[in-house]
């Protein structure tokens, strides 16, 4: 019996020493295990995030930035060039802007005459820039900048009798007073197509497809990203024919001569101050005889716009006895209204409230 006993403690010590050192070769193997798992993990998760390459897109002005924004998503990194505040009439590109282009792959700008620096700017560009450069506007039937807009108020008023003259001869008409005052920005074309939503559709596919062409790995994010915008678009191209439509007045009186594609694509007549330009100055006569046309059609309202003065819509309305409303040419946000995230189709949607109240 005492020989057993002997013979038992050992064999229980072994037993329990053997477990111990398998369970720790069992632990180490494990933590090893896992820590494997998880440094693999992390090289993956870091070389995932290099890859992650972002498409380096340029916009000339705000327009075209949110619709690159908006399209190109987590896949672009969009920069614009005109800063919250400015007015692009106003604007010219400095050596900082074109090393942002230099160094970007894709630039989009408007066209139509909206950029008068653009053929200079891509002279400016550096000697190895591919940088690609587009212009969003083709494919928009353009309004002629020389010929007098959407029933103008005093067609009938100054006919010539020389039916060329008009093409020599813009002084007679409000609407041509920057041709009067020798600005130096001189549109063939009215280039404020963004202003009317079925031009804005235009746009839109013509950012879509340049993002595509420069980045067709994305080309499906970048196609249901602009699906989505289109279907917001459409609506509102929808809700403006509704309402415009409706409305029994059609004769709005504008500081800037920039609503020319809402006037043609929706049945209004435009009168402005200043022509295309909002820089120029109109005469004395044609603020009287604005005025007087005021008076004779009913106009409850003046327009004017955010970026610029509004002293020649005040003393306009003031001279017709009619209050002054806001309508935006969305050339650009204001800082306020940046901080406020307010975007381009919120500023759409506000342009046709204050339409239809005008109009009513």
Known sequence: MMTFKLLQRPNRMIVAVLLSAMLAIAGCGSANTNNVSKNAGADQAGTAAPEERKLS?????????????????????????????????????????????????????????????????????????????????DGIELIEGSEDEQG?????????????????????????????????????????TWVSPKSALVLAENVKNSLVAADAEHAAVYDGNYAALKSKLTALDEEYTEKLGAATQKNIVVSHQAFGYIARDYGLHQTSIMGLNPDAEPRAQDILEIAKYVEENGVKYIFFEELVSDQLAVMLANEANVETMVLNPLEGLTKEQEKAGVTYLNLMQSNLQNLVQALQ
């Open 152 to 192: 103008h108020a005093h067609e009938d008023e100054h006919a010539h009798e020389d039916e060329h003259a008009h093409e020599d001869e813009h002084a007679e008409e409000p609407q041509s007073a920057e041709g009067e005052a020798g600005h130096d920005h001189d549109h063939a074309v009215d280039p404020h």
């Open 57 to 137: 897109v340029v916009t000339s002005f705000y327009p075209l930035y949110y619709l690159a924004s908006e399209i190109g998503g987590d896949h672009v990194e969009v920069t614009n060039l005109i800063a919250s505040g400015v007015e692009p009439h106003d604007w010219t590109p400095k050596s900082q802007d074109l090393n942002k282009a230099s160094k970007a792959e894709l630039f989009l700008y408007h066209g139509a005459g909206l950029e008068t620096w653009v053929e200079d700017f891509m002279k400016g560009l550096s000697a190895d820039s591919a940088v690609a450069a587009q212009a969003m506007s």
